[in-house]
């Protein structure tokens, strides 16, 4: 196993347009998370799953942010209607919940520009 | 809603001195991370803390766990170059979600 997955690594879009990013989590991990981070500062918590689950969002992700993980295994996060203020790196991480003390493993992330 | 605060936010030290980050967090914890980022790179785990009193050592690195008083600790050892990098701890409450302090983004010159 490589590790955490995610793609693309690198998208730019217009303002308006659509945007979905993948993440694939380290293979028996159950539980995924995305974070936001921008320039300077540290990851913001967007939303996690336990296996297809999502238990928990955050309540700054508007309603044009939306993520799914529909097998338990991939996840998508999609930003709808996209803003000059969504630029940021995007970052999936992965644990495997239920051992104890393990530590959550990050993606290279997918940096979004939106022009 | 959990805090987590670290200081100092910019670190510039010398190579073969010693520093301590601090990592304050606002509520009860049941886990405290550690977490190393380079420049326009993810981020890599160090430590994870579970218990009050935890203390783990990688290196040049160690880190403590005070939770009483909501306090975790980063101490570097004789720094170097190759520790350049942003710090970040992240605090867990419940088994849930890892909050994020703003970084400790040190540089250690020669």
């Known amino acids: 196993d490589t590790g955490v997955s995610q793609d693309p690594r690198h998208k730019i879009t217009k303002r308006g347009q659509n945007v979905t990013f993948r993440c694939d989590p380290i293979?028996?991990?159950?539980?995924l998370y995305w974070y936001r981070q921008t320039l300077g500062q540290g990851p913001e918590f967007l939303t996690y799953?336990?296996?297809?689950?999502?238990?928990?969002k955050s309540r700054l992700l508007s309603d044009r942010f939306s993520a799914e993980r529909p097998k338990g295994s991939f996840s998508t996060l999609e930003i709808q209607r996209t803003e000059q203020g969504d630029s940021a790196m995007y970052l999936c991480?992965?644990?495997?919940f239920g051992t104890g003390g393990t530590e959550a493993f990050f993606g290279q992330g997918t940096r979004l520009t939106v022009v | 809603e959990l805090k987590v605060e670290q200081n100092p936010l910019f670190l510039s030290m010398q190579e073969g001195k010693n520093y301590t980050i601090y990592c304050n967090y606002s509520?009860?914890?049941?886990?405290l991370y550690w977490y190393r980022q380079d420049p326009g790179k993810s981020l890599e785990s160090l430590f994870v803390?579970?218990?009050?009193?935890a203390v783990k050592q990688e290196g040049r690195l160690m880190a403590s766990l005070d939770t009483k008083a909501r306090l975790s600790t980063l101490h570097i050892t004789a720094a170097v170059h190759d520790l350049s990098a942003t710090y970040f701890c992240a605090v867990s409450y419940n088994n849930n979600d890892m909050r994020f302090g703003a970084g400790t983004r040190l540089t250690v010159k020669p």
């Open positions: 509520t009860t914890s049941d886990r």
């Open positions: 293979s028996e991990h159950n539980r």
């Open positions: 799953f336990q296996n297809e689950a999502q238990l928990e």
């Open positions: 991480a992965s644990s495997l």
């Open positions: 803390l579970l218990s009050n009193g």
